[in-house]
């Protein structure tokens, strides 16, 4: 099965293409068919041992579906994943954008993953709705692990899922997402926000797919480690970190680039493009060429307990404010 898929692709364009279109910003816009690349990673040491077929998973972030990346973009990306073939769809959180408008066309792009689909919340979702957010990802037919884990039967093998909700809002408890967790099995981790892994490895996650950062958007001049690592203060900007060789408690995060966007679609650079990556679990490292090496993590700086209780706080107030606006809708009519 995952032994003939197809390794990572370059958009291929020519050196004159390439020079006019950074010489008009304007083109990196939606303009045409949407640019998604497509990335492949071995699993783990660990999931070699555990299994004996290989299981393709196929990870997306940052749907953000909404005003800011149109359905095209979402549906190519459902496309991509379907011609791959994977044996799981994961998401890691972000599926809307800064409402509840488009939760109809979120209801849409889920339910056209031919494969199983299973994700956490991000914090967009929380800012959201969170509630309302899980509800049209159910109806669709995905899976919601809020900080908890699930077992999965696939290509006849067993995998555990496990799931942390959205730890930017304050949401997160790995405690809780782990525990019951059988080790002689295989363990896949899910976390919005990749300094969770930190924590999900020596509960015995070898490997944890995150997502937020969006890879920065623009990677020139290493422009996003600069703005999410030194300002902002993340340890994971994009791809792939850590070890997927080493025992507990260490092991390896891969931090997807997304393919939406909350504010403007703009992507400069490669490591910038929106992306689909496929995990294929049971091959060892070095299996196969993979799109980059792991890499190591910036010094970071974690958020204060002000700053989570902060967040905290905008969540609660943008709810009472959904309230409000849907009691006078009651009261009154639209």
Request: hydrophobic fraction near 40%; charge should be neutral; glycine fraction near 12%.
């Given at each position: 099965m995952a032994a003939?898929?197809?390794?990572?692709?370059?958009?291929?364009?020519?050196?004159?293409?390439?020079?006019?279109?950074?010489?008009?910003?304007?083109?990196?816009?939606?303009?045409?068919?949407?640019?998604?690349?497509?990335?492949?990673?071995?699993?783990?040491?660990?999931?070699?041992?555990?299994?004996s077929s290989p299981i393709c998973v196929a990870h997306l972030t940052d749907l953000h579906v909404g005003r800011v990346t149109p359905m095209p973009v979402q549906m190519a990306a459902v496309d991509l994943v379907n011609r791959q073939d994977p044996d799981l769809v994961v998401i890691t959180g972000d599926f809307v954008c800064h409402s509840q408008e488009?939760?109809?066309?979120?209801?849409?792009?889920?339910?056209?993953?031919?494969?199983?689909?299973?994700?956490?919340?991000?914090?967009h979702d929380h800012w959201s709705g969170a509630g309302e957010v899980r509800r049209a990802l159910r109806r669709a037919g995905m899976e919601v692990l809020d900080n908890a884990f699930t077992t999965m039967t696939l290509q006849r093998e067993r995998l555990q899922?496990?799931?942390?909700?959205?730890?930017?809002?304050?949401?997160?408890?790995?405690?809780?997402?782990?525990?019951?967790?059988?080790?002689?099995?295989?363990?896949?981790?899910?976390?919005?926000?990749?300094?969770?892994?930190?924590?999900?490895?020596?509960?015995?996650v070898p490997l944890v797919l995150s997502g937020h950062t969006?890879?920065?958007?623009?990677?020139?001049?290493?422009?996003?480690?600069?703005?999410?690592?030194?300002?902002?203060?993340?340890?994971?900007?994009?791809?792939?970190?850590?070890?997927?060789?080493?025992?507990?408690?260490?092991?390896?995060?891969?931090?997807?680039?997304?393919?939406?966007?909350?504010?403007i679609p703009l992507r400069l650079g490669e490591r910038?493009?929106?992306?689909?990556?496929?995990?294929?679990?049971?091959?060892?490292?070095?299996?196969?060429?993979?799109?980059?090496?792991?890499?190591?993590?910036?010094?970071g700086r974690p958020p204060s307990e002000r700053k989570i209780q902060d967040r905290q706080v905008a969540v609660a107030r943008k709810q009472a404010r959904r309230l409000r606006k849907a009691s006078k809708k009651g009261l009154f009519g639209d």
């Open positions: 003939s898929r197809s390794g990572a692709h370059s958009d291929g364009l020519p050196a004159k293409l390439a020079r006019a279109r950074m010489l008009n910003p304007r083109a990196w816009f939606d303009r045409g068919a949407p640019k998604i690349q497509l990335r492949r990673f071995a699993g783990t040491a660990r999931h070699q041992d555990q299994l488009y939760l109809d066309a979120l209801e849409e792009v889920i339910a056209a993953f031919d494969a199983p689909v299973i994700g956490v919340l991000g914090n899922i496990v799931g942390v909700d959205d730890a930017y809002t304050g949401h997160a408890d790995v405690a809780r997402a782990t525990k019951g967790l059988r080790r002689d099995l295989p363990i896949l981790g899910l976390s919005h926000i990749a300094e969770e892994s930190e924590r999900l490895w020596p509960a015995g969006h890879a920065g958007q623009v990677t020139l001049a290493r422009l996003n480690e600069l703005a999410l690592g030194r300002l902002v203060g993340h340890r994971y900007i994009h791809g792939l970190y850590g070890s997927r060789r080493h025992p507990e408690p260490e092991g390896a995060v891969y931090v997807g680039a997304g393919i939406g966007a909350a504010v910038a493009r929106r992306e689909v990556t496929l995990f294929e679990l049971g091959y060892p490292p070095g299996a196969f060429d993979e799109d980059h090496t792991p890499q190591e993590a910036l010094p």
